[in-house]
């Protein structure tokens, strides 16, 4: 079973960027789709970013054209490229397997808090 660890949260302000990563205890060559979620204050956790390990990836509406989502195989890291961050990204921020293949087991997650 992976362990996976995140890191790379922090406070910005609004327009700023932030690369989060995720990294894995063994290899997540195996693992076909990774994916990041967030849980912002009084709200449920959603998915907002997917990547498979061939490098397809896709977005939550609200994300889309300002995060990207990669994979680096011979780390054993996923990261999420954050730009142009606004106030409603503020969450704290998971990784997990994606689609079918998500672990309940949640990890403590990074904080991201963007400032207006």
């Known amino acids: 079973q992976v362990q996976l660890v995140e890191s790379g949260g922090g406070l910005v302000q609004a327009g700023g960027s932030l690369r989060l990563s995720c990294a894995a205890s063994?290899?997540?060559?195996?693992?076909?789709?990774m994916g990041w979620y967030r849980q912002a204050p009084g709200k449920e956790r959603e998915l907002v970013a997917t990547?498979?390990?061939?490098?397809?990836?896709n977005y939550v509406d609200s994300v889309k054209g300002r995060f990207t989502m990669s994979r680096d195989s011979s780390r054993n890291t996923v990261y999420l490229q954050m730009n142009n961050l606004k106030p409603e990204d503020t969450a704290v921020y998971y990784c997990n397997a994606g689609g079918a293949g998500v672990s309940g087991s949640w990890g403590q997650g990074t904080q991201v808090t963007v400032s207006s």
């Open positions: 063994r290899s997540i060559f195996s693992i076909n789709v």
């Open positions: 990547a498979t390990r061939l490098g397809s990836t």
